[in-house]
């Protein structure tokens, strides 16, 4: 009987998109260093991996490719083939095969592509017969496949000053020092699990002391079917196979003990530093300290916001009960409420928060193609990959910034023959960084090319239509280069399959804004660009002015909002049929939000609240009835039939049942 691997496809498709990110980025590692042997490590054990999982739920075709790849990564390790070039490109061809079979089997398909082409080159890679252009001849022969090697049959355990006085020790109290190897089953789609528990039963009674692979490794999974454990123990080594074997889908190799008398300590004071911190994380039980994980599918997630969002929302109703009928028992009751309810917030937001690492490590690689294809030579750095970003922020960010990187590999950074009568180096830069401050995520793309010509710029929104000959001469510098964000503008002189497609900037900063950020940029001609993205930590739960014009209330998010103030009827001026304020010596456009939102008005009193919002890089002021104040908010969709409704985000519902709207400062005016 057949067993049903279907339950396991989810955890299959998102393992194998994680290791297949991690493949991409060590091969980019490794091409930059050959020598690079933890890259090749890294490359072989995730390829390892795949090939064992793709086979136990049945993906066939994708298990042969990586078979053959390891094939060709083994003889790397062992120095019978170099990396080079071509080798690199067909291994970075088998991962971009290895993505449409993943992408396939995510559809709804079987996973059945012929890899023939592919499986051609790695066994001409391996055979040495592969022409200049790296297309690989089909090697005769009878076609049998090489059985696996097995990497690393001895244990590989090095030891500092202080690891043998830990050992020594143990022996004066004759305690035993065990070499143990415990397999994980090949169709095990828990490594990591499993050697967490063999980690916890070894310490009922035992301490560890080391273990090959690391700590780290041994948690993400990144091992292949066998792991190393040193281990002090009294216990007698079979009750401790018979333990340990008693965990499922846990087999133990060999259980030997070790005689430290015959230990040496590693050559170098560098290598023992590194590898009693680095390699091993020992002493004082740091090796066993495996964090555990759980995967959450998002939806469920967005559910826990929501009920926290309910509760966030009662609890305002529960303290408007308490200030109206002053009960002093419930405003007591209310301050606990308040209080855990603030912090389950706080932790709900910090599971929703992942690294911004997630959107970053897709980049290297595409870089790496760009500049291969327009025959640049680029050195992408990226900084800040550790700062976290709410989930949904996270899966809206990547196409914008693709946008941004590929503008700037293709319009920004010059070939090098041109960079060197420029007299920059051949080599450009391209930085990609982010990092938080206060309640934003500050992204930013840099490149040190030509950088924009305002001039240029101009000219072509003249050509094509989009401003008037009159108008683009009043214009300032930093007026100019924001006509890059109008609709339908391109520098491009000719479409391309890497940008000018016909699709601007606008699209970028539309997809921006929809997130409640923010896009600028600055730009000196020869010097450079910098695009810089302002967003938001998270697009659930924020604060808010809560305003009132008339009977209606609003709410008005507190990140585009500058200041308020107090002004009369004689304040305001006309400026070109501009009603307009001075506010400390600079000139500020006032529109009254009765009339924006067309809401009935009757006669005010002389003295009129202003609210200074940002919009972009200019303020404006908002005329408005009453300030309410402060509130934390959550934010309700209005749903698809009142989805895109120009100045209004969403909704909220207010502690007293009533629904609120929440304005939209980018699309109000």
């Not at 075709?61 to 083994?74: F, I, K, N, S």
């Not at 960084?433 to 500050?442: D, I, K, L, P, Q």
């Not at 003295?607 to 104040?629: F, N, P, T, W």
């Amino acid at each position: 009987m057949k067993m049903d691997m279907s339950q396991y496809l989810d955890i299959f498709l998102e393992e194998s998109k994680e290791h297949l990110g991690n493949l991409n980025q060590k091969l980019l590692d490794l091409e930059k260093n050959a020598g690079d042997m933890a890259a090749l490590n890294e490359i072989f054990r995730a390829a390892h991996t795949l090939k064992g999982m793709s086979s136990t739920m049945g993906f066939e075709d994708l298990a042969d490719l990586t078979h053959h790849m390891e094939d060709v990564l083994v003889d790397f390790k062992e120095g019978t083939l170099q990396v080079d070039t071509i080798s690199i490109d067909a291994i970075f061809k088998c991962f971009d095969r290895i993505q449409t079979i993943i992408e396939q089997i995510e559809t709804g398909g079987n996973g059945e592509i012929d890899n023939s082409d592919l499986i051609n080159i790695l066994q001409s890679i391996k055979s040495g017969i592969i022409d200049k252009q790296g297309k690989g001849m089909v090697v005769s022969g009878d076609g049998n496949e090489m059985e696996e090697s097995t990497e690393n049959d001895e244990p590989d355990f090095q030891f500092s000053d202080y690891d043998l006085t830990i050992l020594q020790e143990a022996n004066s109290r004759n305690l035993k020092v065990l070499n143990l190897r415990a397999e994980v089953a090949p169709d095990s789609l828990m490594k990591s699990v499993r050697a967490f528990m063999v980690f916890k039963a070894i310490e009922e009674d035992s301490e560890i002391i080391k273990s090959n692979p690391g700590a780290q490794e041994l948690e993400e999974g990144k091992f292949d079917n066998y792991f190393d454990l040193l281990i002090i123990s009294k216990t007698d080594s079979q009750s401790l196979i018979k333990r340990l074997e008693s965990i499922s889908e846990i087999k133990v190799q060999s259980l030997t003990e070790i005689e430290v008398e015959n230990l040496t300590v590693a050559g170098g004071e560098d290598e023992v530093a590194a590898v009693s911190e680095a390699d091993n994380m020992v002493g004082s039980k740091k090796v066993s300290k495996i964090k555990q994980t759980v995967r959450v599918d998002i939806d469920r997630l967005d559910n826990l916001m929501n009920l926290v969002g309910e509760l966030v929302m009662h609890k305002g109703r529960l303290e408007q009960i308490g200030a109206t009928e002053k009960l002093t028992e419930l405003n007591e009751t209310i301050e606990q409420i308040d209080r855990i309810s603030g912090d389950l917030q706080s932790v709900v937001m910090k599971v929703r928060m992942v690294p911004i690492e997630q959107v970053f490590n897709r980049f290297p690689r595409m870089v790496r193609d760009l500049s291969k294809d327009l025959n640049k030579e680029i050195d992408f750095l990226i900084e800040g990959k550790d700062t976290e970003l709410d989930r949904t922020v996270i899966d809206e960010i990547g196409d914008p910034l693709i946008h941004l990187l590929r503008n700037a590999i293709d319009h920004g950074i010059e070939l090098p023959a041109e960079r060197v009568k420029f007299r920059k180096p051949t080599r450009g830069t391209l930085m990609l960084r982010a990092r938080h401050e206060g309640n934003n995520v500050y992204i930013e793309v840099e490149d040190d090319g030509a950088g924009i010509d305002p001039e240029r710029i101009k000219q072509k929104a003249v050509d094509k239509g989009l401003i008037g000959t009159r108008e683009a001469e009043g214009l300032s510098r930093e007026e100019a280069i924001e006509l890059l964000f109008i609709p339908g503008f391109s520098t491009a002189e000719q479409v391309t399959d890497i940008s000018g497609r016909g699709v601007g900037l606008d699209v970028v900063k539309n997809k921006i804004e929809a997130l409640n950020g923010e896009i600028n940029v600055d730009s000196k001609l020869g010097k450079g660009t910098k695009f810089k993205i302002k967003l938001p930590l998270t697009l659930a739960i924020i604060q808010a002015l809560m305003i009132s014009v008339r009977d209606e209330i609003y709410a008005i998010p507190l990140s585009s909002v500058d200041e308020t103030t107090i002004i009369t009827e004689a304040d305001i001026k006309m400026i070109q049929n501009q009603e307009v304020i001075m506010l400390r010596g600079n000139v500020l456009p006032l529109y009254r939000l009765a009339v924006l939102l067309e809401v009935p008005t009757e006669a005010t009193s002389d003295d009129m609240y202003v609210v200074v919002v940002r919009r972009a890089d200019k303020q404006i002021g908002l005329v408005v009835e009453s300030l309410i104040g402060q509130q934390e908010i959550v934010i309700k969709s209005l749903g698809k039939l009142l989805a895109g409704v120009p100045g209004i985000a969403g909704a909220i519902v207010a502690g007293d049942g009533n629904v609120r709207l929440i304005l939209d400062i980018a699309t109000l005016f």
